[in-house]
């Protein structure tokens, strides 16, 4: 495809303006002079080699997609997203969405270089009729079934499930609160759900839940949804239904119909119920009320009076750790790097399939840290 310099300055100048940077912040993060990006911007030069690399980590773009006229953006969706929803996406959140983008990327391509297998018997739901609530409802059921999940039990490690059935998920911290997750249907690495690391774990399980409802419901309708938290919820159908899905996948009602009533209905019940579940007391409690064991002034009550359970251990972070080790392994928990990405692109880098260098770039590290990752994680990087 040709390369001309008014093509080149477009694209960089909708990225900034997307990502709601001013020419002298992307200048301080490159180290490319203000006069200069903006000739780059207007197109009235070419860019250098260097230059075209340097921006491209910038925006996490492929440097190829800024060189060829006609090259698409294959994460166009989420431009998108921050113009439509720029009211409640300020810059940091832009540039951790992006990537996040980027780690999905980047997952699909280790997978494609080290030949693995898709993980997890295919799942597919087909709703009936126009009661929302009731789809929801039942895909959770169906969803249960399909993986041999005990109906009296909730699910204990559910990043790990829904990565099982082949859908991408990373957590990052972001600094609007009000956004529990994200999820996007991306051309090339498929069904991606994004968690807000900010929240506590068991809010982060209903978030992840909630995102795997839109993940099997709405993949097809809506190629990027952002969730906000209660207060600032979409009151959309599609979100009642999201909703619905995560309180049964989580909460099975099978477990619900065996306990006794009065026990739903006594503030250490309901606290101890919460943390077997792994969910927090509020969701037990719509859930309860869903299920119409305990009633709207009882829920209310209970919120006030049931004791929050401590938050269920974050699955990334068990293990024997030192408090060092803890603490850098929760740095990169919020840098959006899980276990199982890092673990891939060490793979990749021990079969030859990535430099050392890409292998940095996979990691949003510098050199230093990717030796420190290394040693974390138990990996060489050596070639055998």
Known sequence: M???AAAFGRKLSTLR??????????ASSTGIPPDRLGALEDGRIEPTGDEVLILADHYRKDFQYLLADGAEDPDEGVELLFRERGDVLPQADRVAIAEFAFLCRSEAMLERELRLEPRGRAFEFRPRGKFMKGHGHDCAAALRKHLNLNDREG????????????IRVFRRRLENSNISG?????????RCILVNLAEGLARQRFSAAHELGHAIL?????PITLSMVAGGSNPEWVEVRANAFASHFLIPP???????????????????????????VPALLSGLLDARIISAEQRSW?????????????????????????????????RGLSGRYV????????????????????????????VEIAALFGRSLGRD
Not at 17 to 26: C, H, L, N, P, T
Not at 182 to 190: D, R, S, T, Y
Not at 352 to 368: A, D, F, I, K, Q
């Open 218 to 222: 709405d993949a097809d309708d809506a």
């Open 182 to 190: 994200l999820f996007m249907n991306h051309p090339e690495a498929g």
């Open 302 to 334: 209970l919120r006030e009076v049931a004791q929050r359970p401590p938050e269920p251990p974050d699955p990334e972070l068990e293990g024997q750790l030192s408090p060092a080790q803890l603490a850098r392994k929760q740095a990169l928990l919020e």
């Open 155 to 166: 699910v204990r490690d559910l990043f790990s499930t829904i990565r099982d059935m082949g």
């Open 254 to 280: 099978g477990l619900l119909a065996v306990m006794p009533r009065d026990h739903m209905a006594d503030p250490a019940g309901v606290s101890a119920l919460a943390e077997r579940l792994r969910v927090s």
């Open 17 to 26: 303006k997307d990502f709601g940077q001013e020419i002298g912040s992307v």
């Open 2 to 4: 040709p390369f001309t």
């Open 343 to 370: 673990g891939l692109a060490f793979e990749a880098f021990n079969a030859r399939r990535v430099s050392l260098g890409l292998l940095t770039e996979l990691l949003l590290s510098t050199p230093g840290e990717t």
